[in-house]
């Protein structure tokens, strides 16, 4: 016996094998081989009788193997087929004590063998498959018997326990510990190792990305709202609120007490404009376009920048010149604003402009002076040119508007040297401003009456009612196109063009002469020629240079005096 289990003689044969081995010849010839019959389909067995482990087949007489009577199984009933009838069969049966073969081992006592019955013996079932090509031992007869199988009692089954893995290895896992070479796909794949580090660094990346979302949501609720806590802004501590005189604050500050805003009715229009006060009398300079609707006092009023309000009267007015005073009275307090020398400004001086414009009252702008002497020319809505307006202009860039009409421009120390008169008309050559202008609003050229020339005629409205203009006792020829202004050849309603015994006859100046200078400065029009005239008083000398007969003439004169309207 080996490893306990029993060595058997030979493998059990299967009928149909048997089937095909032929029996031996009686008579014994040949090499001593005999055919085996072919096998047969095994049939389902039966409870063979047993014999004790240890018999063994008798031994056979010499020259003849054992016979074993094998059961035909091809059909119920038959008897089995007899392998070797000349010598005597062997069948074991329990009880029948047997010599052993020398090198069997007997089987254990509590396992008895099964013993095939006398009458209808089957065989046993085999323990393997058929197999087809074997043959039988050399030196041996046909077939044997199938020896009984071993019968053991179970043998109790261990618990099953969690398998305890090896040790690690000081050098790394071994990766043919557990390598099975029977196995199949190969050694079993080492198991991953986990790494502190790499958890590590796995919930430092959670960690940050929680934080990271939170601070988000935090820093777009803070961005939203404004933050978590009360808004408080930060803000200057209060300061001397005082400034230098000659800046705009300063200068604004000395003379908004000293510029009103007038609302006229009349006329079926109404219109607001700008004045400043001239003396503590209550008389006020403004334009003649201002207030030239009103028919009494019942239709200007007068608003004073503390807000105050006082009817006005018309004092006098000027076309020509377009200014007017009006006065107030009963109102204390007035503050007169200081007058300048519009002959002191330079191009380039700092202005201040204040007034109402579109009612906006007590509203400053500042500016330079951008040009001086410019002559302008505004009105003329009447078409028969008696409400036309000649003014040798002061430029500014100050932003003027419709409403700032009458108001003061103050120089860098706050006196007046000018009065907001006109705007340039973006769209036109117009020059009026307020209720005929065309521009409605400021394009960087406003016009300003010098205040020299504005003093004199206030002066005269207030004491006579009526201004004075300057004259030279020509009519001038308004369609000539040449460079120059051009005396005509007939006057107003067929007169003569040169009225005689006044100052242009005096000085010798005749029909058809072409004035081209007054005092050195270049003329290229009629309206030039008044504007520069109108910019003098009367009885003041000027130079003439004139063209006659292509020859240049020079003649002085002294200006003569008309009665305005």
Known sequence: MNNGKPNWWSRPSSTPETARIPAPSPSGEGDGDFPLPAPQPPATPEPPATAPLDAAPASAPAGAGPEVSVPDTASAGTDPVDLAPAAPSVVLTKGEPQDRAPDQVPAPDHAPAPAPQAQAPVAAQPLHAPDEYRTPPYGEPGPWAPAPPVQRPPAPVPPQQAPVPPPPHPRGPAPWGQYDPWGVGGPPPAPAKRSRKGLAVAGALVFALITGVIGGGIGAYVERNGGIAAVELPQADAENT???????????????????????????????????????????????????????????????????????????????????????????GLKALPLGNSDNVRVGDPVVAIGAPFDLSNTVTSGIISAKERPITAGGEKGDGSDISYVDALQTDAPINPGNSGGPLLDSRARVIGINSAIRAAGGSGDGEGDGASQPGSIGLGFAIPINQGKRVAEELINTGRATHPVIGVSLDMQYNGDGARVGEKGKDGTASVTPGGPAAKAGLRPGDVITKVDGQRVHNGEELIVKIRAHRPGDRLELTLSRDGKELTKTLTLGSSQGT
């Open 242 to 332: 005082g400034r230098a005189p000659d800046s705009v604050a300063g200068i604004a500050a000395s003379a908004l007490p000293g510029v009103v805003t007038l609302h006229v009715k009349g006329s079926g229009s109404a219109g607001t404009g700008t004045g400043f006060v001239l003396d503590t009398r209550g008389h006020i300079l403004t334009n003649n376009h201002v207030v030239d609707g009103a028919r009494s006092a019942a239709d200007i009023s007068v608003t004073f920048s503390s807000g105050e309000t006082a009817r006005a009267r018309l004092v006098g007015k000027d076309t020509g010149y377009d200014l007017a005073v009006v006065q107030v009275t009963g109102v204390s």
